[in-house]
């Protein structure tokens, strides 16, 4: 019997492709649209609406690219105001056949393949959320480069032999500024410098002016003040991101503060440092309509990378499973033959997963469960694998939160060493059925 011959859907007929450059955009649409299929247009504005003219006299609906570096963002925005689904394609899911590449035959090639239903395109959050990952993101930027300046600062100190950060654990804290300050402001005594010490110091007078004793060269002094100075220059533009952010959060609040207020945050020793200067938590509660932070792990800053890169609407993700797979923290699944080659998690560059990593670390001596569990599985695992659990549990909480509305409350360290005991002795009693005995408990010594 001759088999017969599959032939392949075409879901999208109204789809083209376009093959991002730094230039130069090639797009490709169905060869019935127009005599020249495969036509070349500017990277600069003015070719940008003429390709998007072009697409609109094409009957072109949907339009795939590729993420290439940051070239697609104005080309993507541009699209989607204008009404195209736009679908942001993984530039591995779109390989071409080998020996054969081109720009011409990869724009094809992407018109084919969505034509065909065989793309997916990323996700992508509200324009609203882009706008605050935005800011979000640069305001990162702006404390990394600020942190740089820290490092010039910290050479200045040591080439003039002030060894300040022997005795104190942040040079840019209250008392590294108070003391350098008064350096560039003309004091040169030991004594009235550690004089400034604040109270919760650890280290006495005679320790810290000890080591305030310095070779007082005017070269490296100019130095210390160039990089004080635009350690305050990146401290108010980093103030000034915090007042753009709280006004960008206030439009986007869609729920109201429980009439009772937000319970009392789990007490911290210190203000998280690097967080923002206005009340994050009530602004993002405002946003989501939950609290992350009474989630064991996850501070306000977290918090605020998490909806920052995600948003608060998770319906893009039909289950948990999607989205924790599109944070890289599930199990990996490489399996050939009906043999499991590999079940590590993919490498991803996530920001939101690595935020999450970060917060699974800080959960090894919390008196929670989730401090619990995550000791339970560095005990069976190396730890960056146990983190990487600890973390893809805290993704499967937060979906649960902003997906339920509901909030979290903490059983405890020992209430989940009790449940975990039963749970263990549950399964013994099973094990020990099926193989025919009986699990007896030993008399409790008096």
Not at 130 to 150: E, P
Not at 306 to 326: N, R
Request: contains cysteine.
């Amino acid at each position: 019997m001759a088999k017969r011959k599959q032939e392949v859907e075409i879901h999208y007929p109204h789809a083209a492709g376009i093959d991002i450059g730094s230039t130069r955009h090639f797009v490709a649409v169905p060869v019935d649209r127009d005599p020249q299929p495969v036509r070349e247009f500017e990277g600069h504005t003015v070719g940008l609406r003429e390709l998007a003219a072009w697409l609109k006299t094409c009957g072109i609906t949907e339009v795939a690219m590729e993420s290439t570096g940051v070239y697609w963002i104005p080309l993507y925005e541009l699209l989607a105001e204008q009404g195209f689904t736009v679908f942001l394609v993984n530039a591995r899911h779109v390989r071409n056949v080998p020996g054969r590449k081109s720009d011409v035959l990869d724009c094809q090639w992407l018109q084919r393949l969505m034509s065909f239903g065989l793309l997916r395109g990323a996700f992508r959050p509200e324009d609203e959320i882009c706008t605050l990952r935005a800011l979000w993101r640069h305001r990162d930027m702006l404390i990394a480069y600020q942190g740089s300046h820290v490092q010039h600062l910290q050479k200045a100190l040591n080439q003039m032999n002030v060894q300040l950060h022997h005795v104190i654990a942040d040079i840019v804290g209250v008392t590294g500024q108070r003391i350098v300050r008064a350096i560039l402001a003309g004091e040169r005594d030991p004594r009235a410098l550690a004089a400034l010490r604040d109270r919760r110091i650890q280290a006495d007078g005679e320790a810290i002016a000890k080591v305030l004793l310095g070779n007082w060269r005017e070269e490296h002094l100019f130095a210390l003040r160039q990089a004080m100075e635009l350690y305050d220059v990146y401290a108010q533009k980093i103030a000034d991101c915090d007042q753009q952010l709280q006004s960008l959060l206030e439009n986007l609040r869609t729920h109201e503060l429980p009439a009772a207020g937000l319970a009392n945050p789990k007490a911290r020793k210190s203000r998280p440092k690097n967080a923002p200067g206005f009340a994050v938590r009530e602004a993002l509660y405002g946003l989501a309509g939950v609290d992350l932070t009474r989630i064991d792990g996850i501070d306000t800053s977290t918090a605020m990378k998490i909806i920052s890169e995600v948003g608060s609407d998770l319906s893009a993700f039909p289950t948990v499973k999607h989205f924790t797979s599109w944070l890289g923290l599930c199990p990996g699944t490489k399996i050939s033959g009906g043999k499991v080659l590999s079940g590590a998690t993919k490498r991803s560059a996530n920001r939101a997963a690595q935020a999450l990593r970060i917060a699974a670390q800080s959960l090894r001596k919390s008196d929670s469960a989730l401090g619990a569990y995550h000791r339970r599985l560095c005990a069976r695992m190396d730890r960056p694998k146990a983190i990487t659990a600890t973390a893809h549990k805290l993704a499967r909480l937060i979906y649960t939160l902003l997906t339920k509305g509901t909030d979290y409350v903490d059983v405890g360290a020992a209430q989940y060493e009790r449940q975990f005991r039963d749970r263990t002795l549950q399964n013994l009693k099973k094990r020990a059925q099926a193989l025919g005995f009986e699990l007896t408990p030993l008399p409790e010594a008096a």
